[in-house]
């Protein structure tokens, strides 16, 4: 081979190693894009992906505030059914103690307070009430005006709802009472209520397509309403079906009857207190250990 093959052999070489570093810098520069480009997309589905995470908890957020809003108007068990069924039927219980409260000269006190003040002062007691009744196992049914009403042994039926009933309405009347000194003090008129309790069998159920109410309808319900009617403020008047499930463990006075619509005449008693053995302290309104271990066993 002559100098000037090798020469030429040696070109070619050099050329084809400088074309080939060529492609592989071109490939470089390829691979360099592609990577920067991929690292732009995963910023961007980083960035997505923590959008739909944020979507995620707005959602999760906005369903636990529906679901609370829920377990706000209906009780428990019906507010289960109807997000499980889609739908919450009626159903009949054989024993339901219902409670009616009431404010006695309740437009003579509107009259002396504004709006603003009535409304807040009706808001208050309302609120104790529902956390006496919580405690006591009762279901808030609703409020019209300043009447609050309420029922034991629903929708999850038990055999202690007359003692729960009574047991809280003596203890909001104690509340109500509570607050009369100041009042005096401050020559306000006292806020006096009335409270009524009757046990029987209603039909509970929900109501409405738009805006769910849980109700409860029956004889039951009336002849509460009428003991609340019928009884006198500081007191809890309750009818003698309640009476005869409740006597052993209360101290109670008998009234007499009242006239009722479709049921003729009904018993009536004055609940004072839980008898001494029963009471946790002389005012007789909170059970001690003994009442509560024996309500627990029924």
């Known amino acids: 081979e002559s100098p000037v093959e090798r020469v030429r052999v040696m070109l070619f070489d050099i050329s084809d190693f400088i074309v080939r570093e060529k492609e592989l810098t071109e490939q470089n520069r390829k691979m360099a894009g592609i990577a920067r480009q991929v690292e732009k997309t995963n910023a961007l589905l980083e960035i997505q992906k923590e959008e739909i995470n944020q979507q995620k908890r707005t959602i999760e957020a906005e369903k636990e505030k529906s679901d609370q809003l829920l377990l706000n108007i209906l009780p428990n068990e019906v507010a289960r059914q109807l997000k499980s069924k889609g739908k919450a039927g009626t159903r009949e219980y054989k024993q339901v103690s219902v409670l009616f409260t009431d404010f006695k000269s309740f437009s003579t006190i509107s009259k002396e307070l504004n709006p603003n003040e009535l409304v807040g002062t009706l808001d208050a007691y309302f609120a104790r009430f529902d956390e006496i009744a919580m405690s006591h196992y009762l279901e ?31 203890e909001m009347q104690h509340y109500v009472q509570s607050l009369h000194p100041a009042m005096r003090a401050a020559e306000k008129t006292l806020w006096e209520l009335r409270i009524g309790i009757h046990t029987g069998p209603v039909i509970a159920g929900v109501i409405g397509k738009k805006r769910f109410a849980y109700d409860i309808w029956g004889d039951t319900v009336n002849i509460a309403s009428r003991m609340e009617q019928s009884g006198q403020t500081a007191m809890v008047n309750i009818s003698g079906t309640t009476y005869e499930l409740i006597r052993e463990y209360f101290i ?40 509560i271990s024996l309500v627990n066993k029924l």
């Open 252 to 291: 109670c006075d008998y009234r007499g009857k009242v006239e009722t619509k479709n049921m003729g005449k009904i018993e009536m008693y004055f609940v004072k207190s839980l008898k001494p053995e029963y009471a946790l302290d002389a005012s007789g309104i909170l059970p001690n250990d003994l009442m």
């Open 140 to 170: 808030k049914i609703k409020t019209i005006g300043d009447s609050y009403m309420c029922a034991g042994g629903l929708p999850l039926s038990n055999r202690s709802n007359p003692i729960d009933a009574v047991l809280a309405g003596l």
